[in-house]
């Protein structure tokens, strides 16, 4: 993995694409500028998840932008996918590991400080951090948000590349940017975008702005 493949990573959301597929709103967020997206699926039964991963990774795949799945191990070894990306209660990273190889892509969620200090550890390429902000998308987060100067004490804590998630939106973006992360995960700021095209644009833009 690049670390410049985390700079605007596009985690999904069905519920939130305003009537568009799904296969639309990540072809123009990767026409953008979205450097990787995540497939997240609560609701689909394995077989519909492993086609809909599928469907998406004959999109990006030409793009060299990579796919994870979010949770199931076994809907990203079906489907071929670049990697998968687990929280605190799922599938012990360790395990992870040893399933899917050594040259897969692995990301990890962190809420806590004692959880980003635990993944130092742990066999993963990247950490998700959050919330950044406030947000109403992710409901299962322990702790306050993390803000940008928490970000930055984050950055200096951890020597895995830190992804923020969590209430990133065009208005805050270079906030974030400047606290040092490698990039922000963002799920309505592009699926429910008028334009998720130019919605990843924007974010792809202030993203290297910020970091200047």
């Known amino acids: 993995m690049r670390t410049e493949d985390l700079l605007v990573y596009l985690v999904t959301d069905r519920s939130l694409c305003r009537g568009r597929s799904l296969e639309e709103v990540v072809a123009q967020a990767a026409e953008g500028g979205c450097t990787m997206v995540q497939l997240r699926e609560k609701e689909a039964d394995t077989g519909e998840f492993v086609e809909l991963a599928r469907a998406l990774h004959r999109l990006l795949k030409p793009l060299s932008i990579p796919l ?14 670049e990697g998968v990306h687990v929280g605190q209660s799922d599938m012990l990273p360790e395990d992870v590991r040893r399933i899917i ?10 809420d806590t400080e004692a959880e980003l200090l635990d993944a ?7 950490l998700g951090i959050g919330p950044a902000y406030p947000t109403l998308t992710k409901k299962d987060v322990k702790g306050t948000p993390w803000g940008p100067e928490g970000l930055r004490r984050a950055v200096g804590q951890s020597a895995i590349p830190l992804v923020a998630i969590g209430g990133v939106q065009r208005d805050n973006v270079r906030a974030v940017a400047g606290s040092g992360v490698a990039g922000i995960a963002v799920v309505s700021a592009i699926c429910s975008a008028p334009s998720p095209a130019e919605a990843a644009r924007e974010l792809a833009y202030a993203m290297k702005e910020g970091t200047r």
């Not at 190889?101 to 962190?110: E, H, M, T, Y």
């Open 120 to 126: 130092q550890n742990r066999p993963v390429d990247y």
């Open 68 to 81: 994870l799945i979010n949770d199931r191990v076994d809907v990203a070894l079906a489907a071929g996918v």
């Open 101 to 110: 190889g050594p040259d897969a892509i692995l990301g990890l969620s962190v």
